[in-house]
């Protein structure tokens, strides 16, 4: 079947959209790493440096799924692998 | 770009790798792009800031002067940092992880200097995820042996080796694709907001890049390292 170059440009936008949703999960992860490290400073703010430190590389690892969507709208819509 | 980004009428976006120079080896045409070009200027930076601090270090002072000052700062970091993880590991592997420190640090925080990071590039991400892969299981191979090494591939039970080679082979992969990721995104937002916005993008972009290249950039650099020693300091262990 024939398709339409642009028919292929918008059903890559779709997906490149879709794709980015996998920002929720770290969304939600860095958010809840956030928050106990507040409460870990409360509770022992004579550990703030450390808990600070900790929490940041919890963070930037837990990220990685959302950059792999991320990764993937990139493709999706900069290399266009789907175009003939 | 063909078409421009997303319909929008702005043609000046620009962030992909360009080609500079193109030549023949063994039949295939190769390019000299614009991430050599950057990651030959971050080198020639940090090759003159060293022979300037070997020639320092060379007449220290007891009384250090403010350059020697600066060097001993940013050695006792650097070696406070890998002592603090590797343990007794440490002193075979801090030169390197000291170099992979100051190398991804410059090249991330280079987009402040109007340079495309070269991290940004997967080429160059890849090779340091490479390289960390090759030192991990030479080091386990030294430390753990044949015998640990397979003992360690098929952990609970033999059937599940498959699945532990690939947790193997994914530690490069993610390595990677975590700091060419990260400092990709900056790239195309600060493309982004440069292109689009061109024409109210006047002082306000500076916050972002405080964001985008030095705080993530920074980040990212501790965090390649951080899993680099826990990687090698997994490796050398034997139980």
Known sequence: MEFNTNFILGCSAIGAGLAVIAGIGPGIGQ?????????????????????????????????TTGLYGLLIAMLLLFVKPLMP | MGRGILLSGAADIDFMVHGVFSYELFGQTLWITTTHVCLLIVMLVIMGFCIAAGRCMKKASEVPGV????????????????????GKYSVKFRNYIGTIFIFIFLSNISGLFGLRPPTADYGVTFALGIITFVLIHYN??????????????????????????IGELAVPISLSLRLFANVLSGVVMM?????????????????LHVYFDLFSGAIQTYVF?????????NACTTE
């Open chain 2, 191 to 207: 493309a982004l907001i440069y292109g689009l916005l061109s024409k109210i993008a006047i002082i306000w972009p500076a916050a």
């Open chain 2, 140 to 165: 386990q191979f030294k430390y753990q042996k044949v015998r640990g090494v397979i003992q360690g591939l098929c952990d609970p039970w033999p059937i599940w080796a498959p699945i532990n080679i």
């Open chain 1, 31 to 63: 958010g809840i790493a956030a928050g106990h490290a507040a409460a870990a400073v409360g509770r022992n703010p004579g550990a703030k440096s450390d808990v600070t430190s900790t929490m940041l590389l919890g963070q930037a690892v837990a990220e």
């Open chain 2, 67 to 86: 350059f020697q000052n600066i060097v001993e700062l940013i050695v006792e970091m650097l070696d406070g940092m890998s002592g603090s993880v590797m």
């Open chain 2, 225 to 233: 390292c951080m899993l680099t020693m826990t990687y090698i300091t």
